[in-house]
Nanobody, 128 residues
């Protein structure tokens, strides 16, 4: 079992920055890819960013490229999401997720089904 706990959310003005943290406990996550998703009110949960187990490869949804940066510290079992130049449309609950080792056939890394452990989420609100 893996437990994921997000922190670092809050209220920020547009243009500001926040750094989200995801603390993993239970089994180590250092050998698996990790990701961040977000869910705005009344909308589906969407992929934000993913990082490989080594940190050598990262992937982002188009709307956050150049503004958000995902990173990890395997020694501490932590994953981070640095969010800069925040916009009101970034307002959502942000979730940390652990990737499955094998994807569902025909699916991609931004498919929620390919993540088998989730945190409880942390609220990010960006005011205009």
């Amino acid at each position: 079992q893996v437990q994921l706990v997000e922190s670092g959310g809050g209220l920020v003005q547009a243009g500001g920055s926040l750094r989200l943290s995801c603390a993993a406990s239970g089994r180590t996550v250092s050998s698996t890819a990790m990701a961040w998703f977000r869910q705005a009110p009344g909308k589906e949960r969407d992929f934000v960013a993913r990082i490989s187990w080594s940190g050598g490869s990262t992937y982002y949804t188009d709307s956050v490229k150049g503004r958000f940066s995902i990173s990890r510290d395997n020694a501490k079992n932590m994953v981070y999401l640095q969010m800069n130049s925040l916009k009101p449309e970034d307002t959502a609950v942000y979730y940390c997720a652990k990737s499955r080792s094998t994807f569902y056939p025909g699916s991609t890394y931004y498919d929620m089904r390919n993540y088998n452990y989730w945190g409880q989420g942390t609220q990010v609100t960006v005011s205009s």
